[in-house]
């Protein structure tokens, strides 16, 4: 048991270290000219008691997988963040002053352009979320010693998706969690919901299954206690600190209208005085005891099923992650309750261990898989096409995060038949595209589904599948390959007259019509586009000068952003300008109805395709 001059001289230190992070975050803050002081001086208490007491990391091995995981959902105080990385000797103070500077690493909000840094944050609602998936990682798949601290902040608990974290980490029960909320009470414009009522935090999160140890969040010896228990609590924790807004300076403390904006000098000249003198220093911090991570070798090859009967890409993809579970060790799969649609189950059936079940949170879903993947799992998160739109902005923050998932969205197009337009995808081909970095998949047969699916376990960056709810009939053999990026020319002739270019089951569509063109005599070519994402190019030029310019698209998708605004796209870098064009898509509100009606109803079924052809050629 320490003495009471070691508490005493560990409570100075502390101080010590507070008194040096707000005078950082001042500082950098200032000489950027924008930036966030004021939230970033509230939870430096939190903080500097963190860093210096419980925080088990090796800065100089941010990659040791025995490192204790630390988030700032509320990525504003990047300050903060910055001045602990200088205060742990992470960076110095030159690189400090660079801060929100052109060409700094040290941006606005954290990314992990810096090596200590996760997960980008700043969208609020997120890190939380992303930290159960980091603490869901350690706890099912890799048993690993360590804990995940996420400072989050109380205006960011308006966010659901800050309660589905709540919920599920209370529901699996992640000990290794600990929230760090920082309730300072004052928004970007004003209070926040709750305030100051502590009691009300305290039973929200209680509800969830989650512990709450409220606490004055500028006490150093009260934060150092909660942390103690956090870690060597059997539930997840909700550290609720009770803080002030610009904590130190006294025109700053609990005043509205300083949210995100810097001091200017004289105001900070003013501020430091006020804080005292803090003599730049590195502060030690506890490195992790060695651990081994466990080996996640292959356990042979690959074994693919391969099809000749007709069959649903959603199963194929399903089988194939069966495959890849029995294969990878570090393959993991996340679903969105519908695992039986989705046919994420057949992984179930392999690996239940490495199978999570998020319910109806995709929020939650998309986030853990970012988690996951920041441990160096090869996380797969499925769930209706549809239903990816309420977790855009977590896929669009994913790719800031460079992170490495791949998302397969099912029931796309007007073509699942009588549910109706709530559960059509038809969207998602626009806004995956428009993600940074990111590859489309849209196979249209079994075999090769199952090929893409094994090509996705290994690509970088955000990868999307999207996948077909009614059976297909199997075009190419167990023998073809389909590197991304590529396409297939299915028909082909050196009469062709017109190219038609499709993917999924308008594939199916375009052959069709092919048979009956051919029955008068008409020629045309067609493309399997089977990568929307980095599109084949060269091949969709290729057919439009053999066949005089005229393309017809076709897909099973909105109008807009899909696959004829990728192929127009295309042939305009390749310079094509003398351009004859269909565009095939869906262009009214659906209703319900037999896939063969509603794909009819489009004006994206066989005849449809053929009458645009025949107008292509006059």
């Known amino acids: 048991m320490a003495t009471a001059a070691q508490t005493d001289t560990k409570i100075e230190l502390y101080r010590d270290l507070a008194r040096q992070l707000r005078v950082d975050s001042i500082r950098c803050s200032t000489a950027a000219g924008s930036g966030h002081p004021t939230s970033s001086l509230s939870a430096a208490d939190l903080i500097a008691v963190l860093l210096a007491g419980h925080l088990h990391y090796d800065f100089g091995q941010p990659h040791n997988p025995a490192n204790d995981h630390l988030i700032f959902s509320k990525g504003h105080a990047s300050p903060l963040v910055y001045a602990m990385f200088k205060a742990a000797g992470a960076i110095n103070d030159d690189e400090l002053m660079t801060f929100r500077k052109f060409g700094s690493r040290l941006e606005g909000h954290p990314t992990p352009i810096l090596p200590w840094v996760d997960v980008a944050t700043g969208s609020l609602g997120q ?57 300072n009470r004052l928004g970007q414009r004003g209070p926040t919901e709750l305030e100051w009522d502590m009691s009300a935090y305290a039973a929200r999160v209680r509800a969830f299954g989650v512990d709450p140890i409220v606490i004055d969040g500028h006490d150093p010896a009260e934060i150092d206690d909660a942390y103690a228990r956090a870690r060597a609590a059997s539930r997840p924790t909700a550290v609720l600190a009770r803080t002030v807004k610009g904590k130190g300076v006294s025109f700053l403390e609990n005043k509205e209208g300083w949210h995100g904006k810097a001091l200017d000098p004289e105001q900070a000249k003013q501020a430091l005085v006020e804080l005292g003198e803090a003599r730049s220093r590195t502060f030690p911090v506890q490195k992790p005891e060695r651990w081994e991570r466990p080996s996640m070798q292959r356990t042979g090859s690959l074994a693919l099923k391969s099809y000749t009967e007709p069959i649903a890409t959603r199963k194929a993809y399903g089988e194939a992650l069966a495959a ?84 397969v969205g099912s029931h796309a197009g007007v073509s699942i038949g009588e549910d109706g337009p709530s559960q059509m995808g038809l969207e998602d081909l626009a806004m995956m595209r428009a993600v940074h970095g990111s590859t489309v998949l849209y196979p249209s047969d079994g075999n090769q589904t199952a090929k893409l699916v094994a090509q996705m376990a290994d690509r970088d960056g955000i990868t999307y599948m999207r996948t077909t709810r009614e059976k297909t009939p199997i075009i190419y053999d167990k023998g073809e390959s389909f590197p991304i990026g590529g396409s297939k020319t299915v028909r082909q002739s050196s009469k062709d007259r017109a190219t038609i270019v499709a993917a999924g089951i308008t594939l199916h569509e375009a052959l069709k019509a092919v048979d009956v063109l051919a029955h008068e005599d008409i020629a045309v070519r067609v493309i399997d586009l089977y990568t929307v994402k980095p599109i084949d190019a060269e091949a969709i030029a290729d057919a439009a000068r053999a066949t005089d310019g005229r393309i017809v698209v076709v897909e099973d998708h909105w109008v807009e952003g899909g696959i004829g605004d990728a192929v127009l796209a295309a042939l305009a870098e390749k310079g094509f300008r003398d351009l004859r064009y269909r565009h095939l898509a869906v262009r009214k509100m659906p209703g319900s109805g037999k896939p063969a009606e509603m794909l009819d109803d489009a004006g994206i079924s066989t005849v449809h395709i053929v009458r645009a052809v025949k107008a292509l050629l006059g």
């Open 324 to 407: 890849l579970g029995a294969a990878r060790k570090d393959v993991v799969v996340l679903d969105a309750e519908v695992s039986n649609s989705t046919h994420a189950e057949d992984f179930k059936k392999t690996a239940p261990e490495r199978f999570f079940e998020m319910y109806i949170a995709e929020q939650q879903m998309v986030a853990a898989a970012v988690g996951m993947q920041v441990v160096d799992l090869v996380p797969f998160a499925s769930t209706f096409a549809a239903f990816f739109t309420r977790a855009y902005d977590f896929i669009r923050m994913a790719a800031i995060s460079r992170a490495q998932i791949r998302l």
């Open 127 to 183: 890190g939380l979320p992303i930290g159960v998936g980091v603490a869901l990682a350690g706890k099912r798949v890799l048993e690993a010693p360590y804990h995940v601290w996420v400072l989050v902040g109380d205006s960011e608990t308006a966010e659901g998706s800050i309660w589905e974290a709540f919920d599920h980490a209370g529901h699996e029960g992640l000990a290794n969690l600990t929230a760090i909320v920082d309730v």
